[in-house]
């Protein structure tokens, strides 16, 4: 399985930006495709994640309301649009696949196909 994630880039404090992850390579009726972000001296957080099949939905109560996870299943995509940008929501942006029940998908251990990171910076 690859995953390619793109779309990352410079915007001012409440712009908006949509990141992609293209997926292939596999069967991904059970996979579970998650966002996490890292910043520099920070460990790697979970952002939102996605069932392939059905839709559902997961997110880190600090992007509630600010950020949607989405996927065109025609398309092998998944996408984080983000708006309402903050400056604490610059970081290395990294999509991942993993196989895991619901409780675990924040879990970053439990990926384990991952992407090259799309860098997102949030400034004035």
């Known amino acids: 399985v690859q995953l390619q994630a793109s779309g990352g880039g410079l915007v001012q404090p409440g712009d908006s930006l949509r990141l992609s992850c293209a997926v292939s390579?596999?069967?991904?009726?059970?996979?579970?495709v998650g966002w996490f972000r890292q910043s520099p001296g920070k460990e790697r957080e979970f952002v939102a994640a996605?069932?392939?099949?059905?839709?559902?939905?997961k997110y880190a109560e600090s992007v509630k309301g600010r950020f949607t996870v989405s996927k065109v299943t025609a398309k092998n995509m998944v996408y984080l649009q983000m708006n309402s940008l903050k400056p604490e929501d610059t970081a290395a942006y990294y999509c991942?696949?993993?196989?895991?029940?619901?409780?675990?998908?924040?879990?970053?251990?439990?990926?384990?196909?991952w992407g090259q990171g799309t860098q997102v910076t949030v400034s004035s």
């Open positions: 991942g696949v993993g196989t895991m029940i619901f409780s675990a998908w924040s879990d970053e251990q439990y990926y384990y196909y």
């Open positions: 390579g596999g069967t991904f009726n059970n996979y579970v």
């Open positions: 996605i069932r392939w099949a059905g839709g559902n939905t």
